[in-house]
């Protein structure tokens, strides 16, 4: 038996946005695992779904966590398992396109390797033209 979902309202994400957003990330790779998709930087996860699911799960910290639950119960919710390391479970058809892309960006920071993470935000020096 199939479960039906509500139908997402146009500002809300669906999942072949929210895998666009997580492969966008520098790095970033899917890797199908336990019959989900996961999304990895160097071989750590950051996120994961399914494409005919209605939650995803997204890497956090506990304070963020504690803050998404608090803010919006019926959107965000303590992941199982892995909740206590942060992981929070995000109902798509409830989340609003700009929140999922920080929530994204937010938990590839929190994966990638340090390095990484600099090299998208740290610029190069310009080169110095010759003959100065």
Do not use: H
């Not at 005919?52 to 803010?71: F, H, I, N, P, R």
Request: with cysteine.
């Amino acid at each position: 038996m199939r479960r039906s979902y509500p139908e997402p309202d146009a500002s809300a994400v669906r999942y072949s946005e929210f895998r666009t957003l997580c492969l966008s990330m520098p790095e970033a790779e899917e890797v199908e695992t336990w019959g989900e998709a996961t999304f990895r930087v160097r071989g750590r996860i950051f996120a994961m779904g399914a494409a005919e699911g209605s939650t995803v799960s997204v890497k956090a910290s506990l304070d963020d966590q504690s803050g998404l639950v608090e803010m919006d119960p019926k959107t965000f919710s303590v992941a199982a398992y892995t909740g206590r390391f942060g992981w929070v479970n995000v109902k798509l058809y409830r989340l609003r396109k700009e929140l999922g892309a920080t929530l994204i960006k937010n938990a590839w920071e929190r994966t990638a390797p340090r390095r990484v993470v600099r090299k998208l935000y740290v610029s190069r020096p310009a080169r110095r033209r010759a003959g100065r």
